[in-house]
């Protein structure tokens, strides 16, 4: 059961370096300041290849050929709703503030090589299950360049205890446990970061294999350990069966289950961005003052990409169905919550 | 060679034969060059939109509209890339093309070129049936001599995709050279590729090849060619069919679920004798077992989400 959860990195991390091969990230005005952005996923990749098998490698092989635009689009909406909200919370408040980050389900990503690089003041926490946090460790370690962004060959703290490859720097951290098992998680948590100081708190695609009971606990147990936090999540949502007939997100749940036995225990009970973002107005137990603000992935595309952008995406392959990417777009939301 | 054994094949999804593919776009691509740019068709006339490989989709496209051996149809082009059965779909309606020539036309829609399929499925899967592309080859040059539009009674303009700004008449269409990959601008490229919107004049088009067009240039094209409707497809539409412009202008889809994700409903379109229009609409094949799509094959094929 796990596994098949932890195999869904697989599907991010492929899309990301498929986006990547066809130009759409980085994008020129969000990733300005990221350095190297190609070179550090692809090198990831190069390295992460030799420690996978033969069947993962071909099943990534296989679907890094067959990557249509219109998932390198929502590839692109994705990391760039994300980067965009990540950048400006932190340009405003990073100059003369220590501000934590911490990536829940955190997968392959690499944010933080970008963000220890560009924001000097910053602590990274990667959590995700043991076996991911593991196989990431090795890749980072493996390889020269993330030794050297991580200032590994220097750091005291450096050395494996019990062959256990998870790294921890002064301000990177893996952070290996189960999102389910919630008084583990902030326990962990608050022995990593300090819940006084501002942190922010990144769930790309983590929330939605959790079941609503667990995340409901996560999210609110979060919120009241820390005094004052800033939290991303991008998930899909199912939309409303009833009203609208929409049953794009009850085909999603037989496809994934079927094809790979995936589930997605809350895709149909939060359906639309208002259920969604109840879950983080909701949250009782605390007197603090939250705003959330969501929006779907369509609605970010219309918005908030600027028509220089919109063209430079048209020019990079032939998007043949605007309709198909709408569908599935609106199908997918960006939410902030500030406490 | 025997037609009839190898449509009930194709129907059952059977692997054909290399060269039994090739003499078959051999011979359609024959009986194609002597169509014209666009194609005159009597009523009763039932009209196709996208089918893109959901070869299932399209038995049962036949099924709810009499049937080929009974009723005479037009497809809109979009046969291939997509779904997984790109191959079948296509043979499947070359099959009849040369079995039944007066009762069917095949219109060429932007998929149907090599540049698209490359990107969008079919090369793959015929890379991933045959181990080699020859047969994509032999497809190809079929496409090249797929009509370009279709005229109903002298009343009805059928098209994949739209307008364009350099054709008023549909004698226009009747000069140009057709039969070549479909080329990255102009006419040819706009019938294929371009969209109604609600636009004042042509604009760009967000897909990067075509115009976007809006009443009043279906308006002029109405008038100036004297006909009442403008049929089309190239738009996926959740209902299945969408009329705009006061009904000078339908779209019709005909690929239900399409891409075994997006949830909609498929239409065809029938044509009276008096003209009058009779939409059918119908799903995607239902799910054996209560298990996921049927129509995804065995194999697993990767699902297209983000995850
Ligand atoms: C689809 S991946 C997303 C990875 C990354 N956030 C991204 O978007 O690139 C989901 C990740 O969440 C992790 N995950 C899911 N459920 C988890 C749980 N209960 N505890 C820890 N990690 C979990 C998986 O191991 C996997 O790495
Ligand atoms: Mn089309």
Known sequence: ?339 | MDLDKIISLIRQGKHIHEETVYTLCLNAQELLINEANVSKVDTPVTICGDIHGQLHDLLTLFDKSGGVENSRYIFLGDFVDRGFYSLESFLLLLCYKLRYPDRISLIRGNHETRQITKVYGFYDEIMRKYGNSNVWRYCCEVFDYLSLGAVIDNKIFCVHGGLSPDINTIDEIRDIDRKQEVPHEGAMCDLLWSDPDEVMTWSLSPRGAGFLFGKNEVDNFLYKNDIELITRAHQLVMEGYKEMFDGGLVTVWSAPNYCYRCGNVAAVLRIEDDLSRNYTIFDAVQAQNGVGNAIIPTKKVQMDYFL
């Open chain 1, 1 to 339: 059961m796990e596994k098949i959860v932890q195999n869904t990195d697989h599907d991010a991390l492929t899309c990301k370096l498929s986006a990547i091969s066809t130009r759409y990230i980085p994008c020129p005005l969000v990733h300005k300041d990221y350095f190297n952005y190609n070179d550090i996923y692809l090198s990831y990749y190069q390295t992460l290849k030799t420690l996978l098998s033969r069947r993962d490698q071909g099943s990534i092989n296989r679907a890094l050929r067959n990557s249509y635009p219109v998932m390198n689009y929502g590839t692109y909406l994705r990391t760039v709703s994300i980067d965009s909200l990540l950048n400006s919370y932190l340009d405003e408040r990073v100059s003369n503030e220590y501000i934590q980050v911490v990536n829940l389900g955190c997968g392959s990503d690499l944010r933080f090589v970008h963000l220890l690089n560009n924001f000097k003041n910053i602590k990274y926490i990667d959590v995700d299950f043991k076996d991911a946090l593991e196989l990431k460790g090795k890749v980072l370690r493996t390889n020269l360049k993330f030794k050297q962004a991580l200032k590994l060959d220097t750091e005291i703290m450096d050395k494996t205890e019990n062959g256990s490859q998870l790294i921890h720097t002064e301000n990177y951290v893996m952070m290996e446990g189960d999102l389910k098992d919630t008084s583990d998680i902030i326990t962990k948590l608050s022995r990593y970061t300090d819940t006084n100081a501002k942190t922010v708190f990144i769930t790309e695609c983590a929330l939605c294999y959790l079941p609503d009971i667990a995340a409901q606990r996560l999210i609110d147990k979060i919120i009241d350990t820390f005094d004052s936090g800033y939290w991303i999540s991008y998930d899909p949502i199912g939309g409303n069966q009833e009203k609208d007939k929409d049953r794009f997100g009850k085909i999603m749940q037989d496809n994934l289950k079927s094809s790979r036995d995936l589930e997605l225990p809350t895709l149909l009970k939060y359906f639309s961005e208002d259920l969604y973002s109840s879950r983080f107005t909701q949250h009782t137990n605390s007197s603090k003052k939250i705003t959330v603000n969501i929006k779907n992935l369509w609605e970010f595309y219309l918005q908030s990409i600027n028509d220089n952008e919109k063209k430079r995406l048209q020019k990079l392959q032939f998007l043949d169905e605007i309709e198909e990417l709408k569908i599935m777009q609106s199908h997918y939301i960006i939410l902030n919550a500030q406490w």
